[in-house]
């Protein structure tokens, strides 16, 4: 008994020493890993991390324990405005260079100025700001400013899209760059007072002629259709079948 008792001790400590190891060269094959990719590689914790299947924090340890110094992070650049020294001069050429097909963020990011900047510039250098993702030739000419005179002159979206054949995205950048407000959407006013006698017999004359149901004639005519099913009943018209009652949202 005491000879087996010593056995398994002994294959204990042998297991042991096995998990010691294999632990020992786990670490060792990921302080590897975490050299290659943020070392070798200049990949950022976070990329590093999600590469090796640790946490950031795992790979500091790694990093610290392979005798790497981590990267400081580049101190951000708030509240910086970058003074230009002939800003007529300046917006020209910015102008120029964005007729000439660069983007916004291409210039943005090579002047060192925010986008907002970039588009000031550009329009104080005679520039007109394209619609987002489009080059040079992609608006016909004079297109943005006959959105804005049919806008003013009370065209709707799906009018202006016929006529010029354009997209209802393009109409809404046109009219956001040329800074005017969008009309606002007519909604269909609720009956919330008592309908006038004329309008009763309109109601009860379309529902006996077209043979609407109770729910589709209240979504035509702007009703809410338990309401309009009540009016009905009391002006001694009879409801056509039960129909199918809409969910409630």
């Not at 324990?65 to 020209?92: D, M, S, T, W, Y």
């Not at 004329?198 to 529902?207: F, H, S």
């Amino acid at each position: 008994m005491t000879d087996f008792l010593a056995l398994v001790v002994s294959a204990a400590k042998e297991a042991e020493t096995e998990a010691q190891e294999t632990d020992a060269e786990r670490r060792e094959r990921l302080i590897g890993l975490a050299r290659r990719y943020y070392v070798t590689r200049r990949c950022s914790m976070e990329t590093a991390a999600e590469a090796i299947g640790v946490s950031v924090g795992y790979l500091a340890g790694l990093l610290a324990e392979g005798g790497v110094e981590l990267r400081g992070q580049k101190p951000r650049r708030r509240g910086v405005r970058r003074e230009i020294e002939n800003p007529e001069e300046f917006a020209r050429q910015l102008a120029a260079e964005y007729a000439a097909g660069e983007s916004l963020n291409a210039l943005s990011l090579a002047h060192n100025l925010g986008k907002d900047r970039t588009r000031e510039f550009i329009r104080a250098g005679g520039g007109t700001i394209r619609p987002t993702g489009t080059a040079p030739g992609d608006v016909p000419a004079g297109q943005p400013a006959e959105i804005v005179r049919l806008h003013a002159e009370g065209w709707s979206y799906r009018k202006i899209q016929d006529h010029l054949g354009c997209s209802a995205y393009r109409i809404a950048q046109a009219l956001h760059l040329a800074e005017v407000s969008p009309r606002e959407f007519k909604r269909r006013p609720k009956n919330g007072g008592p309908p006038s006698r004329a309008e009763i017999e309109r109601l009860i004359t379309r529902y006996s002629v077209e043979l609407v149901g109770i729910v589709k004639l209240a979504r035509l005519e702007g009703w809410d259709w338990r309401r309009l099913r009540d009016l009905f009943i009391a002006e001694g018209v009879r409801i056509r079948g039960p129909g199918p009652v809409p969910k409630r949202k």
